[in-house]
């Protein structure tokens, strides 16, 4: 109970238990069956030495046998496009170079493996996460002595699509633990660790090297310089070119296509060439997208608008506390210019990692009454 000094501390910190563990209930008990979790399952598939059309209907067998008859039609037959990755291996096998390249996601689910089949490992790797994830934001908050604000980092995980990410088999969450991770142990002075965890990240899903990479220039433009995250960057530049060849990764403008222009069914001798028109038209559809079915943007001008208040009303934040904050803020529209995403997923992490340094800072100085012990009565003379 060392954690719990304030009554209010017992209810944020009981309220973000409590939250976390139903959400990982729900990652287990209610999944979400998305196309990319055939594709992981056949990563891990190859991981174990099964390839080629072996590979290829061992993973469909497996899926079939994991989620409902309504989920299988959905997922084989729902579009031109998953009518050809089932009826077709070798077209299959030609797209799977889009997701070897997360490396530590796919094995760890392959480790799981050992226990259980590969559906249901790719599932507890989503549960594990949202339970790490949990805990780490407890322990944040516990440290900065903000538990009793506790429920704004509940908000700030349900704003941010923390739930959905959980039931789902992609690497997101995963890869955000150790990315939130990183950003988190850079504030408290822990550079090393902040670099190793930023590695970790890049292993787990590659284009988060943008925000490592903004941190990096970050840490040497404001100050103070992290040796540790420098060096993460570093690393995870040279792991995430390594893995991207390794891999038989197609390439930036490849993926780009074949993302936001059209789906063709094999990546066998697909080769578009570059246009700068067809990047604009990606971009603005991209925005018009983002704007009309995702929560990312209003969520981005929310914390925006937050921070402008704070600063208005002489909130003191701490020079790594403005290093992490200026990193983020950057690298989501650097994330968003180099590779136009819509979804709020692909940004969960930076806005979650936002949303944890404004509620700490306002934590520390607000000590907000609703929270505090009251006041002991006055005593009659």
């Not at 889009?98 to 490396?103: A, I, N």
């Not at 959980?166 to 670099?195: C, K, N, W």
């Not at 529209?333 to 692909?346: C, E, G, M, S, W």
């Amino acid at each position: 109970m060392g954690m719990f000094k304030r009554p209010g501390d017992l209810v944020g910190g009981g309220l973000l238990l409590l939250y976390t563990a139903t959400i990982c209930a729900v990652a287990l008990v209610y999944p979400t069956a998305n196309w990319d979790l055939i594709a992981y399952v056949a990563t891990v598939l190859e991981g174990d030495g099964l390839l080629g059309h072996d590979m290829h209907a061992q993973t469909y067998a497996i899926i079939r046998n994991n989620v409902s008859d309504g989920e299988f039609l959905v997922l084989t037959a729902d579009r031109a496009y998953r009518i050809a990755q089932h009826t077709d291996p070798d077209a299959f096998i030609s797209m799977l170079g889009f997701y070897r390249v997360k490396l530590l996601y796919v094995e760890f689910a392959q480790f799981l493996t050992q226990a259980t089949d590969p559906v249901t490992a790719l599932r507890w790797v989503s549960a594990i996460s949202a339970g790490l994830f949990g805990l780490m934001a407890l322990s944040w908050l516990a440290g900065q002595r903000c538990l009793a604000v506790a429920p704004l980092a509940i908000i700030a995980m349900m704003a941010t699509g923390f739930g959905d990410l959980a039931r789902v088999a992609t690497p997101d969450l995963f890869s955000s633990v150790f990315l939130v991770a990183g950003v988190l142990l850079y504030i408290q002075e822990r550079g090393l660790s902040a670099g190793i965890a930023f590695v970790l990240a890049i292993l787990a899903r590659p284009d988060h090297l943008a925000l490592v990479g903004v941190f990096a220039v970050m840490c040497v433009v404001i100050r103070p310089v992290s040796k540790g995250v420098i060096l993460g960057f570093i690393a995870g530049l040279a792991a995430s070119i390594a893995i991207s060849r390794m891999s038989g990764h197609p390439g930036w403008w490849v993926q780009m296509w074949f993302t936001n222009v059209e789906y063709v069914p094999t990546l066998e001798g697909f080769d578009p060439a570059f246009s700068v028109l067809v990047y604009a038209k990606i971009v603005v559809q991209t925005v018009v997208r983002s704007l009309v079915e995702q929560q990312w943007p209003a969520v981005l001008l929310a914390e925006l608008f937050v921070l402008a208040l704070m600063l208005r009303r002489n909130f003191a934040f701490e020079r790594r506390e403005t290093v992490a904050l200026a990193s983020l803020f950057v690298a989501i529209p650097a994330k968003f210019i180099v590779f136009p995403y819509y979804d709020t997923r692909f940004f969960f992490a930076y806005l979650v990692a936002i949303a944890f340094i404004l509620i700490t800072v306002y934590g520390r100085q607000a000590s907000p009454v609703f929270f505090s012990a009251p006041p002991p009565a006055p005593q009659e003379e």
